[in-house]
C-alpha cells in the first residue's frame, strides 16, 4: 500500500512528488512485485463505487449545463470507469468536502491526475478545486482512497463564490447583444486583458500563493498567470455560449496554458496572456487571437494526451498533460485576417480609407490594417508612410466624413512585419 501527495504546477517548471510508504510488510507478504500500470488493465470495466457517500451508480452520466458542448475532457477520459470517478469528484467539489473517497478499484497517480484534470478542464467555475491530492491504493484489497484539496477553505467557500458570482456577471452582462460567436469570443478577450494584469510576482515563487490560477484571480483579484487567463477565458466564452477548452504545453520553452475557441465547426489557437501587454504598447494585439496551429506551433507546443502516455512515460514528466487536444485548421477567424482591411494594390487604396473613415466616426484611437502577402511588406511600408499614401488616405477619410471629426494626416505608425501589419494611431483635431 502506498501513501501519495501529488502536485504540479503547469505555469512554474518546478515538479513535487512526495512518496510515504505504509504498511510495507502487508504488500511484502504477496511476495511478487506489484506493477500497478498492469494491475489496472485487467479488469477495465470494474464499476466503481465511492463508500464513503451513497453510492453513485456506474451508469451515471455526465449532463454539461449548457447547450454548447463543454464536457470534452470527460467524454474523452480514457475509459468509461474515469468517468465514473468523475461524476464522483463533482459531488465532493461541489461543497468542498475532503472526507476520503473510498473507491472499489485499483487507480495509479496518472489516473487519479487525468480524472481530476479533465474536471478541472470542464468546470472552470470550480475554482476552489485544487490539482493537489493525496491517495492511498492497495493492491491486495484492489481498492483506492482519494482526498481532493482546495485552494479556499469550506469555511470561506459562500464568501468566496458570492464575490465571483458577482464578478462574473458584471463581465456577462456587459457583453455586446445578439453578437456573433467571434465577437462573443473577442469580447471576452478584450475583457481580461482591460480588467486583469499578468501576476509576476506569483510566477517567481514555486508555490500556488492565491487564485493566480484560476479563473477567481483573473475575474476577482484581476491578477492571474496564463492558467488563470485560460480558465477564466473558457468560462466567459461558455456563458456566453462559446465552445472553448483549456490547454497545457509550453511556449518558448516555458510551462504554458492558453484555449482552443471552436467556431462555425473549426478549431482556432488562443492565448489571451500573450495578447496582453498590461500597458506596454499604446494599443491592444491581437497576434494569438485565432490563429490555426501551423501558425500557433511556431512558438507553442501543446502537451501530449494522457492516452498517449505509457506509465513510464508518464513517470518522467513533470507537467501536465491534455485529456483532449484537437487540430485547429480554422482559417477564417484569425483576428488581423478577418477585423482588418487588407491592401492589395497600393495604388488602390479605397477601402482603406473607408475603413479609416468608420474608425474615425467610431471613435477609435488607432487603425489596423494588413498588407497582403503578395506586396513587399518593406517596400510597401515605406512607400505608405514616406511617399504619401497614407497621408492621402487619410485626407480622403476626412473627406468621406465631412471632417466631423477631422484626423490629422501626419499620424504615427507601428510596423509589425512577422504579421504583415500596420498599426495607424489617430490624432484628432
Not at 449545463?65 to 470527460?74: E, N, R
Not at 483573473?218 to 487567463?229: F, T
Not at 477564417?332 to 482603406?352: H, P
Request: with cysteine; net charge negative.
Amino acid at each position: 500500500m502506498k501513501n501519495y501527495k501529488f502536485t504540479k504546477n503547469k505555469n512554474r517548471i518546478n515538479f513535487t512528488l512526495t512518496v510515504v510508504l505504509i504498511l510495507l510488510s502487508a504488500v511484502m507478504l504477496c511476495s511478487c512485485n506489484f506493477d500497478f500500470a498492469s494491475i489496472l488493465s485487467e479488469k477495465p470495466t470494474e464499476s466503481v463505487q465511492a463508500t464513503t457517500e451513497p453510492a453513485t451508480e456506474s451508469t451515471a452520466k455526465f449532463k454539461p449545463p449548457l447547450d454548447i458542448k463543454t464536457s470534452y475532457s470527460y467524454d474523452n477520459l480514457s475509459s468509461d470507469k474515469l468517468r465514473e470517478i468523475y461524476v464522483i469528484i463533482d459531488e465532493y467539489a461541489e461543497s468542498a468536502d475532503t472526507s476520503a473517497i473510498s473507491l472499489d478499484v485499483l487507480l495509479d497517480e496518472k489516473d487519479i491526475e487525468e480524472t481530476i484534470e479533465a474536471y478541472k478542464n470542464d468546470h472552470p467555475e470550480v475554482f476552489w478545486l485544487s490539482s493537489t491530492f493525496y491517495y492511498i491504493s492497495d493492491p491486495i484489497s484492489r481498492t483506492t482512497s482519494v482526498e481532493l484539496t482546495y485552494r479556499t477553505e469550506a469555511s470561506e467557500l459562500d464568501n468566496a463564490k458570492a464575490k465571483f458570482k458577482k464578478a462574473l456577471k458584471k463581465a456577462l452582462d456587459s457583453a455586446p447583444k445578439n453578437a456573433t460567436d467571434y465577437e462573443l469570443e473577442l469580447y471576452a478577450n478584450n475583457y481580461l486583458v482591460d480588467n486583469c494584469v499578468y501576476d509576476e510576482e506569483a510566477v517567481k515563487t514555486e508555490e500556488i500563493i492565491g487564485h493566480e490560477n484560476d479563473a477567481y484571480g483573473a475575474l476577482v483579484d484581476k491578477k492571474a498567470v496564463c492558467e488563470g487567463y485560460s480558465r477564466a477565458f473558457q468560462l466567459l466564452c461558455n456563458k456566453l455560449g462559446v465552445e472553448c477548452i483549456n490547454i497545457s504545453g509550453t511556449a518558448d520553452g516555458e510551462s504554458h496554458a492558453w484555449n482552443n475557441v471552436k467556431l462555425d465547426g473549426e478549431w482556432y489557437e488562443v492565448d489571451v496572456t500573450w495578447n496582453d501587454t498590461d500597458g506596454d504598447t499604446e494599443f491592444p494585439i491581437y497576434d494569438f487571437f485565432n490563429l490555426p496551429s501551423d501558425k500557433f506551433s511556431k512558438s507553442h507546443s501543446a502537451a501530449s494526451l494522457y492516452s498517449e502516455l505509457s506509465a513510464s512515460e508518464y513517470e518522467k514528466t513533470n507537467t501536465y498533460h491534455n485529456i483532449f487536444s484537437p487540430e485547429c485548421t480554422g482559417t477564417k477567424y484569425y483576428y488581423y485576417s478577418y477585423s482588418c482591411v487588407t491592401l492589395y494594390d497600393i495604388n488602390n487604396g479605397e477601402k482603406i480609407s473607408e475603413a479609416i473613415a468608420q474608425a474615425a466616426k467610431n471613435g477609435n484611437e488607432y487603425f489596423d490594417f494588413v498588407i497582403d502577402e503578395s506586396l513587399d511588406y518593406n517596400s510597401t511600408t515605406d512607400k505608405i508612410i514616406y511617399d504619401g499614401y497614407l497621408a492621402d488616405w487619410i485626407s480622403n477619410a476626412n473627406l468621406a466624413n465631412w471632417y466631423n471629426p477631422t484626423l490629422n494626416q501626419e499620424a504615427r505608425v507601428f510596423s509589425n512585419e512577422e504579421y504583415k501589419l500596420i498599426t495607424v494611431i489617430f490624432e484628432y483635431i
